[in-house]
């Protein structure tokens, strides 16, 4: 009976001294990845948590070439959380990436840590970790057979003059084409009659907005000589009407083309017209619209005579 007490006796102190040592020393420590397959050069998230109790130090592992090992350490960071209730929390994470195709490993991570004052580590290591790593490059029947070297300029021989000259006679076609289509095409070169019937309606427009009787018979005037000096070759506009009158009755190629109605129709026009600009005689509405209208008579009637 008393061996048996003794016994359990000291099992209950061995098991006390065991909770006073984690309390005063007892870290939990995991590591993880964000992915356990992955591409060449893709980044890997390897999250390591140390959580420990008050008066507890930790020392963070340092990595030789920022290198764990098949993998590189692309960038990396830490934070501490310290909960109302329980130990604090480390949390390390580092972003890591592999180049080479393949079954890799983590390896276990040391980290130290001792009660703060104290001069002795103690240290605890995670789990290995395994990442799979996949080529880029197609795989099986769709892998190049061979890398081909770079090829170098082509040589004058190498060139298919033929396919150069076509395309160049090809674009000198297709210059000449818009240039064909797209220059600069004259106006058209109007008749003497038609000049002259579009200067009458002029003046007619221009005595519509001001009103000016003198400048209105000595516009249709000068539209009249104008339109026989380019016609029929006579300088009329810088002949008084006897002048005119008198070439007109000596001029044997005008003889010609004019009818006899028409060299009165234009001596009647054209002693009207000098009345007003120079009798200063005031004509009446309707002589006005006839005066245009005798203009415009003798033009029309004569243009195919020129």
Request: aromatic content about 10%; charged content about 25%; hydrophobic content about 45%.
């Given at each position: 009976?008393?061996?048996?007490?003794?016994?359990?006796?000291?099992v209950?102190?061995?098991?006390?001294?065991?909770?006073?040592?984690?309390?005063e020393?007892?870290?939990?420590?995991?590591?993880?990845?964000?992915?356990?397959?992955?591409?060449?050069?893709?980044?890997?998230k390897?999250?390591?948590?140390?959580?420990?109790?008050?008066?507890?130090?930790?020392?963070?592992?340092?990595?030789?070439?920022?290198?764990?090992?098949?993998?590189?350490?692309?960038?990396?960071?830490?934070?501490t959380?310290?909960?109302?209730?329980?130990?604090?929390?480390?949390?390390?994470w580092?972003?890591?990436?592999a180049?080479?195709?393949?079954?890799?490993?983590?390896?276990?991570?040391?980290?130290?840590?001792r009660?703060?004052?104290?001069?002795?580590?103690?240290?605890?290591?995670?789990?290995?970790?395994?990442?799979?790593?996949?080529?880029?490059?197609?795989?099986?029947?769709?892998?190049?057979?061979?890398?081909?070297?770079?090829?170098?300029?082509?040589?004058?021989?190498?060139?298919?003059?033929?396919?150069?000259?076509?395309?160049?006679?090809?674009?000198?076609?297709?210059?000449?084409?818009?240039?064909?289509?797209?220059?600069?095409?004259?106006?058209?070169?109007?008749?003497?009659?038609?000049?002259?019937?579009?200067?009458?309606?002029?003046?007619?427009?221009?005595?519509?907005?001001?009103?000016?009787?003198?400048?209105?018979?000595?516009?249709?005037?000068?539209?009249?000589?104008?339109?026989?000096?380019?016609?029929?070759?006579?300088?009329?506009?810088?002949?008084?009407?006897?002048?005119?009158?008198?070439?007109?009755r000596?001029?044997?190629?005008?003889?010609?083309?004019?009818?006899?109605?028409?060299?009165?129709?234009?001596?009647?026009f054209?002693?009207?017209?000098?009345?007003?600009?120079?009798?200063?005689?005031?004509?009446?509405?309707?002589?006005?619209?006839?005066?245009?209208?005798?203009?415009?008579?003798?033009?029309?009637?004569?243009?195919?005579?020129?």
């Open positions: 009976m008393k061996r048996r007490a003794f016994l359990a006796a000291f209950f102190l061995f098991f006390l001294c065991g909770i006073a040592q984690a309390e020393y007892g870290t939990e420590i995991s590591a993880s990845v964000d992915r356990a397959t992955a591409l060449i050069g893709d980044r890997i390897l999250s390591i948590d140390i959580e420990y109790k008050p008066g507890v130090e930790v020392a963070l592992p340092e990595f030789k070439d920022a290198k764990i090992g098949a993998f590189e350490i692309k960038d990396s960071g830490s934070k959380l310290r909960p109302i209730i329980g130990g604090d929390l480390l949390k390390c580092y972003f890591i990436a180049y080479s195709p393949g079954d890799h490993q983590i390896p276990p991570i040391e980290i130290k840590y009660k703060k004052g104290s001069k002795d580590w103690k240290v605890a290591q995670t789990k290995a970790l395994k990442i799979t790593i996949g080529s880029v490059l197609p795989s099986g029947k769709n892998m190049p057979a061979d890398i081909k070297d770079v090829k170098g300029p082509l040589g004058y021989f190498e060139i298919n003059w033929f396919l150069v000259l076509g395309a160049l006679i090809l674009l000198i076609a297709i210059a000449l084409f818009l240039m064909y289509k797209f220059r600069k095409r004259p106006a058209p070169i109007k008749l003497p009659h038609e000049t002259a019937l579009e200067e009458l309606e002029a003046v007619r427009g221009n005595f519509m907005r001001n009103s000016d009787i003198k400048e209105y018979y000595a516009g249709i005037s000068d539209c009249v000589r104008r339109y026989i000096e380019r016609s029929f070759k006579l300088k009329a506009p810088e002949m008084t009407t006897e002048e005119f009158l008198g070439s007109l000596e001029s044997a190629a005008l003889s010609l083309v004019l009818t006899l109605d028409q060299k009165d129709l234009l001596k009647d054209l002693n009207a017209c000098d009345l007003v600009k120079f009798a200063k005689y005031n004509p009446a509405k309707g002589e006005m619209e006839a005066i245009f209208l005798s203009a415009k008579k003798f033009i029309e009637e004569t243009k195919g005579a020129a």
